[in-house]
Nanobody
């Protein structure tokens, strides 16, 4: 069982930055691909970004390309989502998810994932 804990959310003004963290409870976190998803009220959960377990390769939704960067520090069992130039439409609950040995980009974008965190709220004020 892998427990994922997101942190780093908060309230920020338009154009500001936040860095989300996804910390895992297992030392073998390097074997897991990690995806970030978000869900705004009244909308479906959507893919934001993902990083594969090997190489690693990264993927991002068109809406965040050039603004959000995903990275991982396997020594700390943590994956980060650096969010810059934030917009009000980025407001949502952000979730991280882990997929054992995930590398296929379609699976990383569409799931399913093995484990999910509880989410962290990001609010961007206009």
């Amino acid at each position: 069982q892998v427990q994922l804990v997101e942190s780093g959310g908060g309230l920020v003004q338009t154009g500001g930055s936040l860095r989300l963290s996804c910390a895992a409870s297992v030392r073998t976190f390097s074997l897991y691909a990690v995806g970030w998803f978000r869900q705004a009220p009244g909308t479906e959960r959507e893919f934001v970004s993902a990083i594969s377990w090997s190489s690693p390769n990264t993927y991002a939704a068109d809406s965040v390309k050039g603004r959000f960067t995903i990275s991982r520090d396997n020594a700390k069992n943590t994956v980060y989502l650096q969010m810059n130039s934030l917009k009000p439409e980025d407001t949502a609950v952000y979730y991280c998810a882990a997929l054992y040995r995930g590398s296929d980009y379609k699976r990383l974008i569409n799931g399913p994932y093995d484990y999910w965190g509880q989410g962290t709220q990001v609010t961007v004020s206009s």
